[in-house]
Antibody, heavy 123, light 107 residues
Framework: QPQLQESGPGLVKPSETLSLTCTVSGDSISSSGYHWGWLRQPPGKWLEWVGN???????HYNSSLESRVTISRDTSKNQFSLKLSSVTAADTAVYFCARIKIRSSGWTPFDYWGQGTLVTVSS | DIQMTQSPSTLSASVGDRVTITCRASQSITSWLAWYQQRPGKAPKLLIH???TSESGVPSRFSGGVSGTEFTLTISSLQPDDFATYYCQQYSTYPWTFGQGTKVEVK
């Protein structure tokens, strides 16, 4: 079964760019069987979908974040990454990466997750 | 954006109880609805996708269904491991959206 692991700074200053990487083992991120996603959860709140990156590299973003978010990948390292610019305290959250399984009859969303990483936005 | 309204926000129950959580979408999502269980400090765990298809390894006491525009997650006999927070999620239309969660707590 696949393993996903988020990594990146736990503290980011306001107005700077949050950068996280998800390292995947056990699956290829360029396999046509899977897409990959980023989600976040502010402390004590519910989950929010940030965006997906398809196996062919195409990204799809939450419209509420689209002007600030970039999801990219490095197939040589089997990693995909999240960048969120101009962060504020409202971007403080646990950030998760997760897998989406592609089936002939549709998709299975977020069947495997990383453990999550807390990013705090503070000066 | 499609709004997912989940209820109740908190549910107090005892071991052995049958519990049902509901989720209503603000527009049609056909059958593209998933349910997750989240324990404190952990990543969510996918229980059910496509309204009623259980993930491998999920106990049979968990079931998903739909009645009209209301999607349901039912736990037929609550077990100690089941006290957690549950979320619904639509993946019919971008942006994918989640309900606000239902915390199942000990009565």
């Amino acid at each position: 079964q696949p393993q996903l692991q988020e990594s990146g700074p736990g503290l980011v200053k306001p107005s700077e760019t949050l950068s996280l990487t998800c390292t995947v083992s056990g699956d290829s991120i360029s396999s046509s069987g899977y897409h990959w996603g980023w989600l976040r959860q502010p402390p004590g709140k519910w989950l929010e979908w940030v965006g997906n990156i398809y196996y062919d590299g195409r990204p799809h973003y939450n419209s509420s974040l689209e002007s600030r978010v970039t999801i990219s990948r490095d197939t040589s390292k089997n990693q995909f990454s999240l960048k969120l610019s101009s962060v504020t305290a409202a971007d403080t959250a646990v950030y998760f990466c997760a897998r989406i399984k592609i089936r002939s009859s549709g998709w299975t969303p977020f069947d495997y997750w990383g453990q999550g990483t807390l990013v705090t936005v503070s000066s | 954006d499609i709004q997912m309204t989940q209820s109740p926000s908190t549910l107090s129950a005892s071991v052995g109880d049958r519990v049902t959580i509901t989720c209503r979408a603000s527009q049609s999502i056909t059958s593209w609805l998933a349910w997750y269980q989240q324990r404190p400090g952990k990543a969510p765990k996918l229980l059910i996708h496509e309204t009623s298809t259980s993930e491998s390894g999920v106990p049979s006491r968990f079931s998903g269904g739909v009645s009209g525009t209301e999607f349901t997650l039912t736990i037929s006999s609550l077990q100690p491991d089941d006290f957690a927070t549950y979320y619904c999620q639509q993946y019919s239309t971008y942006p994918w959206t989640f309900g606000q969660g239902t915390k199942v707590e000990v009565k």
